[in-house]
């Protein structure tokens, strides 16, 4: 079944760290650019970082830029997003999510079509 | 106060249509493709359209976009209650370098 599923999400005290994972199945993740969106609760969507297929571009959100690093193990079928420096605005349901085979990224822009796939994300509680 | 601006909420009874706007920019809108998620209570996203017009396998013909300039309308047929769900337009946008979304519509069908 083609799927990602989500893992790492947690309580976690301001200032503290947590390594998100999403495993892929059924569908090759090296085709594919890669996202991370969040939600936080009762709000919108908010996009906070993607990485190209080989993982050597990638960009962020303002807002996490600098405490947070996606990164891809092509050989695993493995996205992770770490996250540093956490705050009480982090918190939020993370999903991955997977673009379409004909979105790419450069080092100096993106094109981009559309998430086909999301997982069913998961729950990051950042308080004291 | 998000980059793409939608309108908070929509209604319509059932079998009537609907249309969800997505205003942005040049920088967007205007040079990007526009993407729709239906996102249905409790649940995770899901792509309705992609590439501005494109409906992927599965998705009903009662769904369409369009896009013209720096906005992009998405247009409901046909309405059913099971289509009661927050809607979302997203792109990228080339002088920010991230993806913006906009900050949802809630479909109620009375």
């Known amino acids: 079944q083609v799927q990602l599923v989500e893992s790492g999400g947690g309580v976690v005290q301001p200032g503290r760290s947590l390594r998100l994972s999403c495993a892929a199945s059924?569908?090759?993740?090296?085709?594919?650019?890669m996202h991370w969106v969040r939600q936080a609760p009762g709000k919108g969507l908010e996009w906070v970082a993607i990485?190209?297929?080989?993982?050597?571009?990638?960009y962020y959100t303002a807002s996490v830029k600098g405490r947070f690093t996606i990164s891809r193990d092509n050989s695993k079928n493995t996205l992770s997003l770490q996250m540093n420096s956490l705050r009480p605005a982090d918190t939020a349901v993370y999903y991955c999510?997977?673009?379409?085979?004909?979105?790419?990224?450069?080092?100096?822009?993106?094109?981009?079509?559309?998430?086909?796939?999301w997982g069913h994300g998961t729950l990051v509680s950042v308080s004291s | 106060q998000s980059v793409l601006t939608q309108p908070p909420s929509v209604s319509a009874a059932p079998g009537q249509k609907v249309t969800i706007s997505c205003s942005g920019s040049?920088?967007?809108?205007?040079?990007?493709?526009v993407s729709w998620y239906q996102q249905l209570p409790g649940s995770a996203p899901k792509l309705l359209i992609s590439?501005?017009?494109y409906r992927p396998s599965g998705i009903p013909d009662r769904f369409s976009g369009s896009k013209s300039g720096t906005s992009a309308t998405l247009g409901i047929t046909g309405l059913q209650t099971g289509d009661e769900a927050d809607y979302y337009c997203?792109?990228?946008?080339?002088?920010?370098?991230?993806?913006?979304f906009g900050g949802g519509t809630k479909l109620t069908v009375l």
């Open positions: 997203g792109s990228w946008d080339s002088s920010l370098s991230v993806v913006v």
């Open positions: 590439d501005n017009n």
């Open positions: 040049s920088s967007n809108i205007g040079s990007n493709y």
């Open positions: 059924a569908f090759t993740l090296s085709r594919h650019v």
């Open positions: 999510a997977r673009e379409g085979l004909a979105g790419h990224c450069s080092r100096t822009n993106c094109y981009l079509s559309g998430f086909d796939l």
């Open positions: 990485i190209s297929y080989d993982g050597d571009n990638t």
